[in-house]
Nanobody, 114 residues
Framework: QVQLVESGGGLVQPGGSLRLSCAAS????????MGWYRQALGKQRELVAA???????NYADFVKGRFTISRDNAKNTVYLQMNRLKPEDTAVYYC????????WGQGTQVIVSS
């Protein structure tokens, strides 16, 4: 069975940085893409960034220039480097691995304080 384990969340001040990681384990094959979504209280889950198996990246407009997604295919791990964090970035961040089906991580809390 496939499991995604997320880490790296926490409490930071505005303008600070965090690095999230998501490691996939189990019988995982044919990964099409890996990505990060976030969900704030009272809001819908939204795409933050994604990276395809070929290395192409896609970012939401609200994080362009601040966040960087990367991957280590050998380790089945995806990262999200978050810089210049804003209070509105506060959310639970979820990792997703896309194969013929989608797998989701447990979520990691990011709180950007004022």
């Amino acid at each position: 069975q496939v499991q995604l384990v997320e880490s790296g969340g926490g409490l930071v001040q505005p303008g600070g940085s965090l690095r999230l990681s998501c490691a996939a384990s189990g019988s995982i094959f044919s990964i099409y893409a890996m990505g990060w979504y976030r969900q704030a209280l009272g809001k819908q889950r939204e795409l933050v960034a994604a990276i395809t198996s070929g290395g192409h990246t896609n970012y939401a407009d609200f994080v362009k220039g601040r966040f960087t997604i990367s991957r280590d295919n050998a380790k089945n791990t995806v990262y999200l480097q978050m810089n210049r964090l804003k209070p509105e970035d506060t959310a639970v961040y979820y990792c997703k691995v896309a194969t013929i089906v989608d797998y989701w991580g447990q979520g990691t809390q990011v709180i950007v304080s004022s």
